[in-house]
């Protein structure tokens, strides 16, 4: 059984860091991309970034290039999200997905629980 | 980027009634369009992907069709549980991106 869990979301202030974490299990993890994507509060789906099985390949969207870092340990199983320079739009809460595919451009057969990010003074 | 534009934006139907919701595409997606359901407090889940193909464990009441612009995810005979929001996705063009969902209500 695939099985995705989030870690690490919480109050941050504006400017600060957070690391997200996703412990995968079920499948083989590093034959698979992987993706981030966030709902904030009452709102729709924004993929926010993606990486490939091997994890030298990824990719972003516009409004976190430069301040977000998605990277992967194979040897763990696990997908992190290091969020630096945070800002109150990106409050919300943030899934795992897992691709479909073993393109990194793909659609996602399993998501985790979510992790809410709450950025605010 | 894609923009999807999803119609319309609430659907309200009784039990038994068929449901069509629709996602268009700014641009050509082929035919790389998914549909998930997302419902109240939960993560969103894979129905279809690649315009028609059902996800593994998917009932067959839920049906896709469509091509390059204009799609369409059609439930054929609503149940209670179908009461949620439903979210078009293209994998056509970097960056991937969702329509702005679709509410489909139970009366």
């Known amino acids: 059984e695939v099985q995705l869990l989030e870690s690490g979301g919480g109050l941050i202030q504006p400017g600060g860091s957070m690391r997200l974490s996703c412990a995968a299990s079920?499948?083989?993890?590093?034959?698979?991309?992987m993706s981030w994507v966030r709902q904030a509060p009452g709102k729709g789906l924004e993929w926010v970034s993606g990486?490939?099985?091997?994890?030298?390949?990824?990719y972003y969207a516009d409004s976190v290039k430069g301040r977000f870092t998605n990277s992967r340990d194979n040897s763990k199983n696990t997908l992190y999200l290091q969020m630096n320079s945070l800002r109150a739009e990106d409050t919300a809460v943030y899934y795992c997905?897992?691709?479909?595919?073993?393109?990194?451009?793909?659609?996602?057969?399993?998501w985790g629980q979510g992790t809410l990010v709450t950025v605010s003074s | 980027e894609i923009v999807l534009t999803q119609s319309p934006a609430t659907l309200s139907l009784s039990p038994g009634e068929r449901a069509t919701l629709s996602c268009r595409a700014s641009?050509?997606?082929?035919?790389?369009l998914a549909w998930y359901q997302q419902q109240p407090g939960q993560a969103p889940r894979l129905l279809i992907y690649?315009?028609?193909n059902r996800a593994t464990g998917i009932p067959a009441r839920f049906s896709g069709s469509g091509s390059r612009t204009d799609f369409t995810l059609t439930i054929s005979s609503l149940e209670p549980e179908d009461s949620a929001v439903y979210y078009c996705?293209?994998?056509?063009?970097?960056?991937?991106?969702f329509g702005g969902g679709t509410k489909v209500e139970i009366k």
């Open positions: 997905a897992k691709g479909r595919i073993t393109m990194t451009l793909g659609d996602f057969d399993y």
């Open positions: 641009q050509s997606v082929s035919s790389y």
């Open positions: 990486i490939n099985g091997s994890g030298d390949k990824t």
């Open positions: 690649d315009t028609s």
């Open positions: 996705q293209q994998r056509s063009n970097w960056p991937p991106t």
């Open positions: 079920g499948f083989t993890f590093s034959s698979q991309a």
